[in-house]
């Protein structure tokens, strides 16, 4: 028996870096910057709201509030994820984007257990569902599901960073 510190699975780095791994590598040479990661991993556990599969995540009443917690544990998921190589920083006058790496989708291949696999199906509908739609179009869609305040107060947190 392994005598180590006990790590969350649920909420942490991990499970926040794996999700936003399976939506990089979903959308695939597109790369996104940290305040779109946030809305995706949203949307991604909650695409029932938007007419797609059933969520994953049950719909409770304090889901606005959820945007404010992911920053960071996407911010240290990404970090986690770059230190494996899986996940890249683009650094770009517009900003700095994330991109999967080519040792991405060998990891991602590996996972199988329900969850998993629901979360791929998820992304993959996801990605083709936002991929008509430009930014504005997004932070739209966030402000109907989330609330103007939510959205504007992250993006005046200075999203845009990265580690």
């Known amino acids: 028996m392994l005598n180590g510190p006990k790590l969350p699975l649920f909420n942490s780095p991990l499970e926040t870096g794996i999700r936003t791994l399976i939506l990089l590598d979903v959308a695939f040479p597109k790369s996104f910057d940290l305040t779109t990661l946030i809305w995706l991993d949203h949307l991604v556990v909650h695409t029932g709201d938007l007419g797609g599969p059933e969520s994953l995540h049950p719909d ?12 960071s544990l996407i911010d240290d998921g990404l970090l986690l ?3 494996m190589h899986l996940v890249s920083l683009i650094e770009t006058k517009e900003g700095l984007f ?3 790496t080519d040792y991405a989708r060998p990891l991602i291949d590996l996972l199988f257990e329900k969850y998993t696999l629901e979360l791929k ?21 966030i402000e109907k599901r989330m609330g103007l305040w939510d959205v504007e107060f992250q993006l005046s947190e200075g999203l845009n960073d990265g580690k």
């Not at 409770?60 to 920053?71: A, N, T």
Request: glycine share 6%; no cysteine.
């Open 98 to 100: 994330f991109a999967s």
């Open 60 to 71: 409770v009443s304090s889901r606005s509030g959820e945007l404010l917690v992911r920053r």
């Open 81 to 83: 994820m770059r230190q």
């Open 121 to 141: 199906q998820r992304a993959k509908w996801l990605i083709s569902h936002i991929n008509a739609l430009n930014e504005g179009d997004l932070k739209k869609i």
